[in-house]
């Protein structure tokens, strides 16, 4: 019966128009509380308080109006009005305790209970609100009747609107997007319009005469000017709500680009799951997996990742990176570090995780673990990989009984290859090196790569023999490949040490092996020699010779000679070759023999052959007799990219005029690298140097030399001016050489003339110039000071 009662009110009592007007009124000011409760949501502090104001204001008026509208629309069919101060007071009570509501709703709303407990104690108090609103709203309603009220539909109204007022809090700040949200509008008008009407349904009018409605009242018509502006307010503040909406909209749109665009900015794969559902991924975790990255949202992340069991379990330490393995779409498997971080992602608890490839990173670790144990350029194993298996193989050895040989090879003339052909070249020999013996070698050897052009290879053998024939088969590999003509020739030279005969331990065994190498380059190189207990004695005198002689010229050890050149016919000092003597403080004099070849075999001979070059044109530029001084340059001189620049200098800063400096050059030195030799001495030439070919007849002698290099003279050797007069075959010889000398329009100088007899057989046959002890030992510039400071007037000669 209370039930169509409350019907009998809506439809018999009101106007059914202004009813539809109400719920209109009613069902905008509910949307914008809600949505402007929203804004207060995401705010905090002022910001906060000011939307709460605002959506306090809008909800209070919409609930004031609805009331007031309803109002108009019923029809008692007696003289009403409204009391001025409590239809004010029910306005108040309507903005003040709803903005109370939405307060206590967001005061307890938190991110792992949003809404929860807000919205229970919210909600009683908005149905509070509405009460206070609606019943000091029928206090002001003035009419010429008695009003009387059921206590049940009383309380029924006040229940649906604490309850439905709960419900629409709850909804409007829960999680959830439009949809959501209206429905919390529409709940909310459900709680203020059952309220209204079920408390209308409640009063029981019954005219009475005797009461007057006051003169001061307001009239029904002025309350409708107050809810038309009520209203207006309303449609204001909705207005005023969706515009924010639409800009926070905009700007939430924008943000979503801006950090999209950040996260596929990102190297790194980038995914956002709520449990094993990826709800957000980057282009860089797409191109891991093989996907697009607008594929990847609603797909499992177990699909490409292990259980989310582990990612959870992961998700607590957040400082920690796990190793795992990722799947990819195509069925491949890539290793990938994970870091997981929970994080809150549309006002839901999220996790993400950052998906790193590590496929490069294991490239390096496998790189950088390959270099610990290999040589970079040529890929052998380095020192401590060889010293490593090295000791094992020594210790199987001894278990075994059997024999260990390690072969020590050095390339022979290597630095001339990388001052001729550039460092590239030598890179390239060396790696060709390392290729040609690889290629002979079984599994159960080893070849290293020691350092500079030094290997070694370790065989197990059953005998020296063996040792041997891997060795000729390792020089054979490297003759074998000298086949084109433009690259440099590789030659090598080895040494061979036997464990357990040799030595029995691995440094003693290595050096020993080192010191049967030099004994191979020291008998000829491109051989092998086997370690003999005597090699360690001159080998160690020869590294201390060396040691020595590289410290001799920054010591003052070093000095210059000079012998004299005649001429043949006159006896004429015509100029002086310079020699180089080194006086040792242990040795004493060190012959040119012993140390020269050592010098040119280390490179020690830049060095001292630049000081002898600089120091003989220092002391001709005093000379005030303008003799020429001859400078012997051996081949790796002449070869070095430099030096050419080095004899220029040198002429400019001594002051020598270059047609006064004379450099002799052997055969031996041309055949190494013929081109660069011919193109080196051209741009001596060019200087104004005069270039003699020394030791002519001795070595590889060819008469092409003679029309291929700019020479300007011939140097006879020693050997063949011995007893020239009295042997024969010397004399024929020597005959022969005058005769080209003589057709090539070249001087012919001889050197090692000792007798009379000897000069005689020169001046006989026409010969240009002659040197050796007849003439002049070789002594310091200084016991030839007759010639080099003659006295005026007075004609240079030659020295008994």
Not at 624 to 639: D, E, F, K, R
Not at 642 to 647: C, I, P, R, S
Not at 727 to 737: F, G, L
Request: proline share 4%; glycine share 8%; net charge negative.
């Amino acid at each position: 019966m209370r039930m169509l009662k409350v019907v009998g009110c809506i439809t018999g009592d009101h106007d059914l128009w202004l009813v539809a007007l109400a719920a209109f009124v009613c069902t905008l000011a509910a949307t914008t509380c809600i949505e402007l409760l929203c804004h207060a949501r995401k705010s905090a502090g002022r910001l906060r308080a000011a939307w709460i104001t605002i959506a306090a204001i809008a909800g209070g008026s919409g609930i004031w109006a609805t009331h007031f509208i309803a109002m108009l629309a019923f029809e008692p069919g007696l003289p009403s009005a409204y009391h001025v101060g409590l239809t004010a007071l029910s306005l108040i009570y309507a903005v003040v305790l709803t903005g109370a509501a939405l307060t206590l709703a967001l005061a307890r709303t938190s991110p792992a209970a949003p809404a929860l407990g807000g919205a229970v104690f919210g909600g009683a108090v908005l149905g509070v609100g509405i009460a206070a609103m609606h019943y000091t709203g029928m206090a002001a309603y003035e009419v010429g009747a008695r009003i009387h009220w059921d206590p049940i539909l009383v309380t029924v109204s006040l229940l649906l609107g604490s309850t439905l007022g709960s419900v629409a809090l709850a909804m409007g700040l829960g999680d959830g997007g439009v949809r959501r949200r209206a429905v919390a509008a529409l709940v909310l008008v459900a709680a203020i319009c059952s309220h209204h009407f079920t408390a209308m349904g409640a009063v029981t009018i019954a005219p009475d005469p005797t009461i007057l409605v006051s003169e001061a009242a307001i009239p029904s018509r002025w309350l409708a000017v107050g809810v038309a502006l009520a209203s207006l307010a309303i449609l204001l503040l909705a207005c005023a709500a969706l515009g924010v909406d639409i800009r926070d909209r905009r700007i939430a749109v924008r943000e979503q680009a801006r950090l999209h665009s950040l996260a596929n900015a990102a190297i790194e794969g980038l995914v956002v799951c709520r449990g094993d559902a990826i709800v957000s991924a980057n282009d860089s975790f797409g191109r891991l997996v093989g996907l697009s990255a607008d594929d990847l949202p609603g797909t499992e992340l177990s699909r490409f990742l292990p259980a989310v069991a582990t990612l959870t379990m992961l998700a607590s330490q957040t400082d920690q990176a796990v190793e795992a393995e990722l799947r990819q779409a195509q069925g491949g498997v890539i290793p990938v570090e994970l870091l997981v971080r929970p994080v809150t992602y549309g006002n839901q608890p999220h996790y993400a995780l950052a998906v790193r490839d590590l496929r490069a990173r294991r490239r390096a670790e496998g790189r950088i673990q390959f270099l610990a144990h290999h040589d970079a350029l040529t890929g052998l194993a380095n020192r401590a990989n060889f010293n490593h298996r090295l000791d094992q193989e020594m210790k199987i050895a001894a278990a075994t009984g059997r024999k260990l040989a390690v072969l020590c090879l050095d390339l022979d003339r290597f630095k001339e290859v990388n001052d001729v052909f550039g460092h590239a070249a030598g890179d390239a020999l060396l790696v060709t090196v390392a290729r040609a013996v690889g290629e002979i070698l079984d599994d159960t050897q080893m070849m290293a790569r020691l350092g500079g052009d030094e290997f070694a290879v370790m065989t197990p053998c059953t005998s020296a023999t063996a040792a041997g024939r891997l060795a000729e088969q390792i020089l054979e590999a490297l003759r074998s490949g000298n086949t084109a003509s433009a690259s440099p020739t590789v030659a090598t030279s080895i040494g061979i040490a036997l464990y357990p005969d040799d030595a029995q331990d691995r440094a003693l065994l290595l050096s020993y092996a080192d010191t049967a190498l030099y004994r191979a380059k020291s008998e000829g190189r491109g051989t092998y020699r086997f370690f003999e207990a005597k090699m360690g004695v001159e080998v160690r005198e020869r590294r201390r010779l060396e040691h020595d002689m590289r410290h001799a010229v920054a010591r003052g050890e070093m000095h210059l000679v000079y012998q004299p050149q005649c001429d043949v016919d006159s006896g004429t000092v015509v100029g002086f070759e310079v020699l180089l003597r080194w006086t040792h403080p242990q040795r004493g004099m060190v012959s040119p023999a012993d140390f020269i070849p050592i010098a040119e075999e280390s490179g020690a001979i830049l060095q001292i052959g630049e000081w002898v070059l600089r120091e003989a044109c220092r002391q001709a530029a005093t000379w005030a007799n303008p003799l020429s001084v001859a400078v012997n340059v051996s081949a790796v001189q002449i070869l070095a990219p430099h030096f050419v620049q080095v004899v220029h200098e040198v002429l400019f800063q001594t002051g020598l005029k270059p047609e006064r400096l004379e450099i002799e050059i052997t055969e031996t030195a041309l055949i190494r690298d013929p081109g660069r030799a011919q193109a080196a001495l051209r741009q001596l030439k060019a200087l104004g140097l005069r270039i003699a070919m020394d030791d002519f007849g001795t070595g590889y002698s060819s008469l092409s030399n003679l029309r291929a290099y700019p020479f300007d003279k011939i140097k006879i050797d020693a050997s063949f001016i011995r007893d020239v007069d009295a042997n024969e075959q010397a004399a024929a010889i020597v005959r022969s050489v005058l005769g080209l000398g003589r057709g090539l329009g070249l001087p012919i100088l001889a050197e090692g003339v000792e007798t009379e007899g000897e000069l005689r057989f020169l001046a006989d046959e026409s010969c240009h110039a002659a040197q050796g002890y007849l003439m002049g030992r070789p002594a310091a510039i200084e016991t030839f000071g007759a010639h080099t400071h003659p006295a005026e007037g007075a004609p240079a000669t030659a020295a008994a």
